[in-house]
């Protein structure tokens, strides 16, 4: 076996988990807190840069409602 076979091998053994797992991986991910405060940085500053929303309380408010209309799944 070559070097180049070695390797595709080792790439189609690493798809294979990849593919087996990706699931709970999104599961994982989407019940972990550091995600939901990463989300929740992302957002705050996308409606920052994005939307002029003046008042403080609706400024939050249309960041969580930017988070809660994500869905977090492997594809």
Do not use: C, W
């Not at 070559?2 to 994982?28: C, M, N, P, V, W």
């Not at 989300?39 to 939307?51: G, K, R, S, Y």
């Amino acid at each position: 076996m070559t070097y180049t076979q070695d390797q595709q091998s080792i790439t189609k053994s690493l798809k294979l988990l990849r593919d087996g797992f990706k699931s709970e991986f999104a599961e994982f991910a989407y019940e972990n807190h550091r995600m939901t405060e990463l989300l929740q940085e992302l957002a705050n500053e996308f409606v920052d840069a994005n939307i002029p929303v003046v008042d403080e309380e609706n400024r939050i408010e249309l960041s969580l409602m930017m988070i809660e209309s994500l869905d977090i799944i492997a594809r």
